[in-house]
């Protein structure tokens, strides 16, 4: 069932780019505030409040999951389609790297600028050369966090996993910091690093299997040492020397790293199968 999900949510993916304004995540935020509202701040403070956030809409999203797969099968699994398609980007990876990539072949570089800032989550390089380099290492990181750590979760998890990535995702990227609440940022920190770790380096497995296996994984063994912020530079260390070994990064470098991206789904999906028919996943 739940390869026929991600397949069918891939397909919708690739085939409608304008999904992310149903992707809407302000529910999210307006939860957060209302809950920061009355959970004390020795609470807020621990791992614990990250949890407080996410347990509710996660805990609902099971009861309904397993009421509908009680009533009819079919029903279960479009529901679990239709949270995985929320899960995933929010934005669709493929066409900001398009965008991008017509924008600097055209040379509009303020139109390059805004789809990289959609890719790139630091601030932006001043020249266009290093923007690309930007982009292209983000490319890998986004391709985990918008698709592959999201499928992973789906696996172990289904939808509530999808979402439960998700939601760490968004509360992450979201400035949650107040200068008297720190310690929920460092919460959400290290809650999107655990779930992460393990589906960052199986993307990597998967680019090395896609592109150079030796030089990726000689570059795994070299930066895999930290755990809050390393899966991001293993994504784009390992991509990178699976793409090509040391060479410069320029605008055809961002087209080769999604080209490996969608090389390394396929392998993922092949993968998938196999446990499948394994009956290691339903």
């Known amino acids: 069932m739940y390869l026929v999900a991600i397949v069918i949510s891939l397909v919708v993916e690739w085939l ?3 999904l992310e304004s149903l992707r809407r995540t302000d529910w999210l935020r307006i939860w957060h505030d209302r809950l920061r509202a009355h959970v004390p701040e020795r609470w807020w403070n621990t791992p614990l409040g990250p949890l407080v956030v996410a347990i509710p809409p996660l805990a609902l999203i099971a009861i309904v999951f397993g009421l509908l797969s009680a009533v009819w099968g079919l029903l279960g699994f479009l529901f679990a389609v239709a949270v ?7 934005r669709n990876l493929h066409a900001d790297v398009e965008r991008y990539l017509s924008a600097r072949e055209a040379a509009d570089d303020n139109e390059s600028r805004w789809y990289a800032s959609q890719m790139v989550s630091a ?5 266009m050369p290093a923007l690309d380099v930007a982009v292209e290492r983000a ?3 986004q391709a985990h966090e918008r698709l592959f750590g999201v499928i992973f979760w789906f696996l172990v998890l289904g939808p509530v996993g999808a979402l439960l990535y998700r939601i760490a995702a968004v509360l992450r990227a979201q400035d949650t910091a107040t200068p008297g609440n720190p310690g929920f940022t460092e919460s959400v920190r290290h809650l999107h690093a655990i779930l992460a770790w393990v589906p960052a380096r199986l993307c990597l497995i998967g680019y ?3 592109g150079n296996f030796v030089d990726a994984m000689a570059r795994l063994r070299e930066v895999n040492h930290t755990w809050a912020d390393g899966s991001e530079r293993v994504l784009t260390e390992g991509g990178r020397a699976a793409l090509r070994a040391d060479a410069p990064a320029d605008q055809t470098a961002v087209a080769e790293a999604f080209d ?3 090389r390394t789904l396929f392998v993922w999906l092949v993968v998938i199968a196999l446990l499948v028919l394994a009956r290691v996943v339903p």
């Open 260 to 262: 490996l991206v969608k």
């Open 139 to 141: 490319v890998f990181v």
């Open 84 to 90: 995985l398609l929320y899960s995933l980007g929010p």
């Open 16 to 18: 409608f780019v304008s």
């Open 208 to 210: 090395a299997l896609a």
């Open 123 to 127: 601030p932006l390089p001043e020249t």
